[in-house]
Antibody, heavy 118, light 109 residues
Framework: EVQLVESGGGLVKPGGSLRLSCAASGFTFSSYSMNWVRQAPGKGLEWVSSISSSSSYIYYADSVKGRFTISRDNAKNSLYLQMNSLRAEDTAVYYC???????????WGQGTLVTVSS | EIVLTQSPATLSLSPGERATLSCRASQSVSSYLAWYQQKPGQAPRLLIYDASNRATGIPARFSGSGSGTDFTLTISSLEPEDFAVYYCQQRSNWPPLYTFGPGTKVDIK
């Protein structure tokens, strides 16, 4: 069974940093691109970042470019999102999602809440 | 940047009725057009990919169609569990960046 479990969310002050993790199991993690998607309270979905299977290709939404860094450790079946210079507008539930290429984001974690507030 | 517009914002229907949801792109998109369902407190669930292919385990009452700039998700006969928010998603050709539409809420009339 495919499972994605996010962790690392919490309350952080504006300007602070946080590192999210996503532990994957039930599939060959190293064969898939992965994504982070976020959802602000009561709002829609926003794609944040993607990373290819071997980390060769990395992309970011303009809203987080230069502040967030996506990475992965295929030996540990884990995906990460390092978030720096956090702003109030980064407050959201952050989901990791498996990328099935043209077949969409086929598996999602349950999400971890990041709250940026003083 | 491709912008996705979904209409209507809210669709009020009764169980058994047909739901037709629209997703329009600001410019022609590749065949990558996906639909997701999200219920309160839950992660999104993939319904449709490549505009018209049902994801694994998705009931046949869900269907997708369209190309270019206009796409449609149809639920042929609403079941109680189908009342949720639906998002479309596209991926630009290069660089491969993703965009979600603002969503359509299907609620019980």
């Amino acid at each position: 069974e495919v499972q994605l479990v996010e962790s690392g969310g919490g309350l952080v002050k504006p300007g602070g940093s946080l590192r999210l993790s996503c532990a994957a199991s039930g599939f060959t993690f190293s064969s898939y691109s992965m994504n982070w998607v976020r959802q602000a309270p009561g709002k829609g979905l926003e794609w944040v970042s993607s990373i290819s299977s071997s980390s060769s290709y990395i992309y970011y939404a303009d809203s987080v470019k230069g502040r967030f860094t996506i990475s992965r450790d295929n030996a540990k079946n884990s995906l990460y999102l390092q978030m720096n210079s956090l702003r109030a507008e980064d407050t959201a539930v952050y989901y990791c999602a498996r990328d099935a290429d043209t077949a969409g984001f086929d598996y999602w974690g349950q999400g971890t809440l990041v709250t940026v507030s003083s | 940047e491709i912008v996705l517009t979904q209409s209507p914002a809210t669709l009020s229907l009764s169980p058994g009725e047909r739901a037709t949801l629209s997703c329009r792109a600001s410019q022609s998109v590749s065949s990558y057009l996906a639909w997701y369902q999200q219920k309160p407190g839950q992660a999104p669930r993939l319904l449709i990919y490549d505009a018209s292919n049902r994801a694994t385990g998705i009931p046949a009452r869900f269907s997708g169609s369209g190309s270019g700039t206009d796409f449609t998700l149809t639920i042929s006969s609403l079941e109680p569990e189908d009342f949720a928010v639906y998002y479309c998603q596209q991926r630009s050709n290069w660089p491969p960046l993703y965009t979600f539409g603002p969503g359509t809420k299907v609620d019980i009339k």
